[in-house]
């Protein structure tokens, strides 16, 4: 199971559809039905009801709502640190300087 398809199943159980949760992900609606459709096969579960043009959640999908969402929250975290320690604004400066110029140059 990628992000991209956590990504999919949480998208379209908060939005009610597979047009709408294409939409919020700003991918076609094709892709969202592969997603789901390789989601699973990989589980061997239907995450899915489709009742004509309504989606209806079913008891697998539904228990696996809440890791899914900490799994997609704690990716979004890791990307969040890896951009902090890029842009330096994260992490541990250390210099090493001989201690009469941290006595006078360092503060």
Avoid: K, W
Avoid at 5 to 13: D, K, N, P, R, T
Avoid at 64 to 83: D, N, S, V
């Amino acid at each position: 199971m990628n992000l991209g398809q956590v990504e999919a199943l949480i998208a379209v159980v908060d939005y009610g559809s597979y047009a709408a949760a294409a939409d919020v992900l700003r991918i076609s609606q094709p892709s969202i039905t592969r997603r789901l459709q390789a989601c699973e096969a990989e589980l061997g579960v239907a995450l899915f009801m489709r009742l004509g043009r309504v989606m209806r959640v079913t008891e697998a999908g539904r228990s696996m709502l809440g890791p899914a969402r900490r799994m997609l929250r704690e990716a979004h975290e890791l990307r969040a640190l890896a951009a902090a320690q890029q842009n330096l604004t994260a992490g541990t400066l250390r210099i090493g300087a001989l201690p009469s110029l941290v006595a006078t140059e360092a503060p």
